[in-house]
């Protein structure tokens, strides 16, 4: 059995009014491929300033934008390798 390890990295900055949150999240893969993503949180201007929940919301997003990166690289080299089979 074989155990890999990937780690990303994710940076969050909120805004000084605390209006909008961004995550920046970067995931180093050991074959070089590099996927980078950044994603928004806003704040309602009538909410109360609860910075976890900007937190939370923009790393969500971020995740979840880096996840459908990595699944459709996936589906890429899965029809790539079934291609290269036909031949």
Not at 8 to 19: G, L, Q
Not at 23 to 45: H, T, W
């Amino acid at each position: 059995m074989q155990t890999k390890q990937w780690n990303v990295e994710i940076t969050i900055v909120e805004d000084d009014n605390d209006r909008v949150t961004s995550a920046q999240a970067v995931l180093d893969i050991p074959d070089g491929r590099r996927y980078e993503s950044v994603e928004y949180a806003r704040r309602n201007p009538t909410d109360r300033p609860v910075p976890d929940i900007g937190d939370e919301l923009a790393a969500g997003r971020v995740l979840a934008d880096l996840s459908g990166r990595l699944m459709g690289d996936a589906a890429a080299d899965v029809m790539e390798e079934a291609e290269l089979r036909r031949r």
